[in-house]
């Protein structure tokens, strides 16, 4: 089995998504793998965010919430429940460059990682995989798992 059609076999996996240390790989190949599943991929660089405004405003940007979206942590979880704007198999959300807004509002991003935690759950229920990949220093997010 190669190495793409492994990827895309985990990918596709309801039940060991979840919100993960994001591995040493190729992102845009794991985009082309989750793609490749059927999955929504959505990448959200979160380098400039320093707080909690700026961090629900990139991934409402990039994930392309409805325009209602309402930039707290209760809309944030609403949107991440209901993908109704952006039908999938399932769903693939890449954060990177997390270290800036863990350092400047950590409160907040730990909020956000829950809140991606709550929604998998809930996706999982259905059989449907919603996977969140963290991007930063391994010290940082020591409590989060880094394989399914």
């Keep these: 089995?190669?190495?793409?059609?492994?990827?895309?076999?985990?990918?596709?996996?309801?039940?060991?998504?979840?919100?993960?240390?994001?591995?040493?790989?190729?992102k845009k190949q794991l985009v082309a793998s989750a793609k490749?599943?059927?999955?929504?991929?959505?990448?959200?660089?979160l380098a400039k965010a320093g707080d909690k405004e700026h961090l629900?405003?990139?991934i409402a940007t990039k994930m392309k919430f409805p325009d209602g979206f309402g930039h707290?942590?209760?809309?944030?979880?609403?949107?991440?429940?209901?993908?109704?704007w952006k039908?999938?198999?399932?769903?693939?959300?890449l954060l990177e460059h997390c270290d800036g807004?863990?350092?400047?509002?950590e409160d907040d991003f730990v909020s956000t990682l829950n809140i991606f935690?709550?929604?998998?759950?809930?996706w999982r229920e259905q059989d449907i995989p919603f996977w969140c990949l963290v991007e930063?220093?391994?010290d940082g997010v020591a409590w989060l798992p880094t394989e399914p």
């Design 136 to 138: 930063m220093q391994a």
């Design 87 to 93: 039908p999938a198999d399932g769903y693939v959300v």
């Design 56 to 58: 629900l405003a990139a």
């Design 1 to 26: 089995m190669s190495n793409d059609v492994h990827l895309q076999t985990i990918l596709a996996d309801a039940a060991k998504a979840g919100v993960y240390h994001l591995p040493h790989m190729d």
């Design 101 to 105: 807004i863990h350092n400047k509002a």
């Design 117 to 122: 935690e709550q929604a998998a759950d809930e």
């Design 36 to 45: 490749a599943a059927g999955l929504a991929a959505f990448r959200v660089n």
């Design 72 to 84: 707290n942590f209760d809309a944030l979880a609403d949107c991440l429940a209901d993908m109704d």
